[in-house]
């Protein structure tokens, strides 16, 4: 293994996770905050929000996995200068990583979700070439990036879509909690689930997103947790959970 995919290996050791599945299937990641009584509330994401570099690196990894990235129009609009694309040191690293350990090559796919099409022009992610948008049938949307117009678009009529008609493996989703929380009810839906908790007792003004989750529900949907690690980061305590169904097919990771 090169000594690019080592550091990403140590790093994932250093949170607990010894492996990782090549193929996820349905992978949720999101960062919440712990009201200290089993609730989560979703962090908006902003310049007040708590920083993590440990979630930084976890969001990376997610992108680095996945061959298919869902979000959401609201989320385009919210985060006008948003990339998927991650760079830097880290960048070159999980890119080596994902080639080597992975086996993948091709960069994710990147899939908006949205219902009345109302998507910032020139938006970074529509201009990446990598952009599909699914929508209903009727909504007008900007010309480019691919369009999948549905009878009854939804997050898991997309997931379903980028399985059976694209063939994609590991589909993250990176979609806010009105559109995430199908994946809570019941069913199996998600597959793993890559959790962040801020557990400090007061958020920054603004921050406090809608209720979201709580510390039962991925049990409720049938995940195990895999691995948990406390880290206490210049904005304050932070643990990092991996939740996920028994792993299926072949296990990668450190040898
Ligand atoms: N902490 C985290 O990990 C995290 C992760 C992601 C987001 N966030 C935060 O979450 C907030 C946004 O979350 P949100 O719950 O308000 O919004 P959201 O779930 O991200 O997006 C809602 C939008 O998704 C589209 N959509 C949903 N269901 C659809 C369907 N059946 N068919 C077609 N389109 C559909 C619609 O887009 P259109 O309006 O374009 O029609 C809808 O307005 C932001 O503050 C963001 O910062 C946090």
Same mark, same amino acid.
Do not use: C
């Given at each position: ?17 010894? @492996? ?6 349905v992978?949720?990641g ?14 908006? &994401? ?14 990376a990894?997610?992108?680095?996995? %996945? ?30 990583w ?11 796919? &990147?899939? &908006?979700?949205?219902?009345?099409g ?21 909504? @007008?949307?900007p ?14 009529d ?14 993250? &989703?990176?979609?806010?909690p ?6 809570y ?25 809608? %209720? ?13 947790e ?30």
């Open positions: 293994m090169s000594s690019a995919a080592q550091r990403i290996e140590k790093r994932l050791r250093a949170l607990g996770i010894e @492996s990782l599945p090549r193929n996820a299937g992978l949720h999101t960062a919440v905050w712990s009201d200290g009584a089993g609730q989560f509330y979703a962090l908006k &994401i902003g310049k007040n929000t708590p920083r993590s570099p440990t979630d930084d690196f976890l969001l990894l997610n992108r680095t996995r %996945a061959d298919a990235i869902v979000t959401t129009g609201q989320i385009l609009r919210d985060e006008p200068g948003l990339r998927f694309e991650v760079g830097g040191d880290l960048g070159r690293d999980l890119r080596e994902r080639q080597l350990v992975l086996g993948r090559s091709e960069a994710p796919r &990147i899939v &908006i979700l949205t219902r009345g109302n998507l910032p022009a020139g938006h970074p992610v529509l201009a990446s070439g990598r952009a599909l948008i699914m929508t209903g049938r009727d909504a @007008s949307v010309e480019g990036p691919q369009i999948v117009r549905r009878a009854a678009p939804g997050l898991l997309t997931v379903s879509y980028l399985q059976k008609e694209e063939g994609r493996e590991t589909v993250l &989703i990176e979609a806010g009105s559109t995430s929380s199908v994946l009810q019941p069913g199996q839906h998600v597959d793993e689930l890559m959790l962040s908790v801020y557990h400090e007792a007061r958020l920054p003004a603004g921050v406090q997103g809608h %209720a979201f989750l709580t510390a039962s529900s991925p049990d409720s949907v049938g995940l195990l895999i691995s948990r690690q406390s880290v206490r980061e210049g904005s304050g305590l932070w643990s990092f959970h991996r939740w996920a169904r028994l792993p299926t097919g072949r296990v990668l990771g450190t040898p």
